[in-house]
């Protein structure tokens, strides 16, 4: 009965997501991928056929089709999983929401980078800030925390910047319900936003950002940045067996969904 109960909380909430995309009329979807069907030259078919990306059927919230990325652990963290796919529109603001279950005794090290959305050259990795890039993702932080993590327009700062919880939002063995806002800037002004909700509950607002330093279409929200890994470029963010070696940890996404616009 409570296993039931939870279902149905759960299908709750991610049905509100998506009738927020989908039935305002401002609300145009850019990206929607359930992974059921795997057809050529989409992002189902990019991710699954990634090394670190398995399909996995029947694991997925309501009992259908995820995704499983391993986490392979070295020493700085573990191997990236990234992937860039493009959205169908470039537009100014806009909502990523997935689904992410991290298995049972997830280890959470120091963290590691989650999803986010970025513009036609995202900058990531600690490479030089420029006035036409920029990117937004998430972070799971030790014990499970949760932070903005983002390449804004501060030349004085080499790697992502943001807003950590105080106390921890993910749970190990427990779908949850992700989902990313970002609002643009006015190029030559601090007032864009990232702002991150975990089953439906609003847990960072990162305010008054300047992602972008000029105008352009090329400085829209326009690609899709699937990028999990722990790290952090130290041992201390690599997962680890009770023997201390590298150990590979695995996480399940579904449902992921990019529209246009912010619901309030």
Do not use: C
């Not at 493009?86 to 280890?107: I, M, N």
């Not at 950590?164 to 319900?177: E, Q």
């Amino acid at each position: 009965m409570k296993t039931l109960l939870l279902s149905m909380i759960y299908l709750a909430l991610t049905g509100q997501a998506l009738l927020a995309a989908t039935q305002a009329p401002d609300r145009r979807i850019l990206l929607s991928e359930d992974f059921n069907e795997i057809e050529q030259y989409t992002f189902s078919s990019k991710a699954v056929n990634d090394p670190g990306i398995q399909l996995a059927r029947g694991a997925g919230p309501d009992g259908s089709d995820a995704i499983r990325v391993a986490y392979v652990g070295y020493e700085r963290g573990s191997q990236r999983v990234v992937l860039r796919y493009p959205l169908e529109a470039e537009v100014e603001a806009a909502t990523l929401s997935f689904d992410v279950y991290f298995e049972e005794d997830f280890p959470w090290t120091l963290g590691g980078k989650l999803h986010g959305l970025g513009p036609k050259n995202p900058v990531t990795g600690g490479n030089q800030r420029q006035a036409d890039k920029w990117s937004a993702r998430i972070m799971f932080k030790q014990d499970g925390k949760v932070s903005t993590y983002l390449y804004d327009q501060d030349q004085s700062k080499k790697w992502g910047t943001g807003q950590s919880t105080r106390a921890p939002v993910f749970k190990s063995g427990k779908w949850h319900h992700v989902d990313l806002q970002v609002q643009l800037n006015d190029p030559e002004l601090a007032n864009g936003f990232a702002r991150i909700l975990v089953d439906g509950e609003v847990v960072i607002d990162t305010q008054d950002v300047q992602f972008r330093g000029v105008g352009g279409e090329n400085t829209l929200i326009q690609q899709l940045l699937f990028s999990t890994f722990h790290g952090g470029n130290q041992p201390d963010w690599t997962p680890r067996t009770e023997e201390g070696e590298p150990a590979t940890v695995y996480a399940f996404f579904d449902n992921f969904v990019v529209y246009e616009g912010i619901a309030e």
